[in-house]
């Protein structure tokens, strides 16, 4: 009953958001041709998501390439950063630097050097991702407690019985929010890549709908690009939630 309930409190937040927006837009307080009503967006969106899905699965390709680069290589390097002491102290500042330079300003050199295209919105989202896992990962490997590790050797396990029934189950948490955090930044860089360096994907098919001032087409591709991505951390939390029940 109490689940229900805040289910239903969610739904009606939302349903007096929309309503309120629908009459700012009604009585002249938001202009619509730069922030459309609901309805109005709504009466575009079944076009949209016809016009939409092959241009979705185009960027969601990109996407999920970029968040494999950056999940392959950031879990590895993150547990090597994370348990090597002399490791974490040479290369984290630099990795540290890497994660604060503004992202969007490494595309220019990405589409001179790759061209417009597949590669360098994939290798954007990886860079975009990359550094998040990095160090969350080497943040929940350094958080390990090291007696447990001392048992378990005291015990006579052997290396790899320690990485599998110790060190896994308690880096487990940092490796999976780091891999929810890591998908939202993947979308993120291959929408730019494709706004910026792009013929093609969701993140063109959305620059051209806000250079053409057609917003009701802009929100509704918006929409339809959030649920995806709120869809896809759900089932990501879902899986961790199950995973703990591993643990």
Not at 19 to 29: I, P, Q, R, S, T
Not at 237 to 244: A, D, F, Q, V
Request: aromatic residues 6%; charged residues 10%.
């Amino acid at each position: 009953m109490g689940r229900l309930r805040v289910l239903g409190c969610q739904a009606l937040s939302v349903a007096a958001a929309l309503v309120a927006w629908e009459a700012a837009v009604h009585w002249g307080l938001l202009d619509p041709t730069f922030i459309p009503a609901p309805s109005s967006v709504l009466g575009v969106l079944a076009g949209t998501v016809a016009d939409t899905l092959p241009r979705l699965g185009d960027t969601l390709a990109k996407t999920l390439l970029g968040y494999a680069l950056a999940v392959g290589a950031g879990v590895p390097a993150g547990l090597l950063l994370g348990s090597r002491p002399i490791a974490h102290a040479v290369a984290m500042p630099y990795v540290v630097a890497l994660y604060g330079i503004p992202k969007i300003l490494i595309l220019p050199w990405l589409a001179l050097i790759f061209g417009i295209g597949l590669a360098t919105a994939a290798l954007s989202a990886a860079v975009f991702a990359i550094f998040p896992v990095v160090v969350l990962v080497a943040a929940g490997t350094r958080d390990v407690d090291p007696a447990l590790v001392t048992v378990a050797i005291s015990m006579g396990a052997t290396r790899a019985q320690i990485g599998r029934k110790v060190l896994l189950p308690a880096v487990l948490p940092s490796v999976l929010a780091a891999m929810r955090v890591a998908l939202v930044f993947a979308m993120l860089g291959a929408l730019l890549a494709e706004m910026l360096a792009g013929n093609r994907g969701m993140g063109f098919q959305m620059q051209r709908a806000a250079l053409a001032f057609r917003a009701p087409e802009l929100f509704a591709a918006t929409a339809i690009v959030s649920v995806l991505s709120i869809s896809a951390v759900l089932f990501l939390e879902h899986l961790n939630r199950r995973l703990g029940r591993w643990r």
